[in-house]
């Protein structure tokens, strides 16, 4: 029996609208980790316009353990679904610190980004976020979801979001 990965997450954060980054790379705004076991993204793109051929989008993970020291990107496992209306999901793959690659094949697709829980436990990270590097593209429409597993329980979340240097 299979079970269903959302309703392991109980406190959704919407973190990105559906926004055009167009040329310019972006993050997204931070999670704070504070009473969090585990964390997800589910990042949603749109239309996405090439500059050039054979250009790439580069995902990435990125955690600090203080408000103003810079970013560490992070490895990451991740699956992207089949194309809108296709119910399917690809393998789970590992990215590395440099990140998941896509392209302009991936327009219409979803990523979900895992984030390892032994690495939340044992690290000092308190912020995670996602970081886009869009290279050469002139448009790339996305939007992304957070989906923390909280430790305790409460009818009503503590704030999960925070911001941290950058």
């Known amino acids: 029996m299979s079970s269903n990965v959302f309703a392991q997450y109980n406190n959704v954060v919407p973190l990105v609208q559906p926004i055009d980054l ?7 705004p931070y999670v704070q980790l504070k009473g969090c076991h585990r964390l997800a993204f589910l990042v949603q793109f749109g239309v996405t316009t090439e500059a050039a051929t054979a250009n790439i989008i580069d995902v990435l993970v990125e955690c600090a353990s203080v408000e103003t020291v810079a970013e560490t990107a992070i490895a990451f496992n991740y699956r992207l679904s089949s194309a809108v209306t296709a119910n399917t999901w690809g ?9 998941a690659e896509l392209n302009k094949n991936h327009e219409g697709m ?12 044992t690290s000092d990270y308190k912020f ?4 886009f590097v869009v290279g050469s593209f002139t ?6 979801v957070a989906f923390l597993d909280s430790r305790y329980k ?9 911001a941290a240097s950058a």
């Open 22 to 28: 167009g040329t310019t790379d972006t993050a997204t």
């Open 139 to 144: 448009a790339v429409f996305v939007s992304v």
């Open 128 to 131: 995670c976020r996602l970081n």
């Open 91 to 99: 393998a789970i793959t590992a990215a590395t610190a440099t990140g």
């Open 154 to 162: 409460m009818t009503t979340m503590q704030s999960a979001t925070a």
């Open 110 to 121: 979803s990523l979900w980004i895992e984030i390892d829980p032994d690495l939340l436990g």
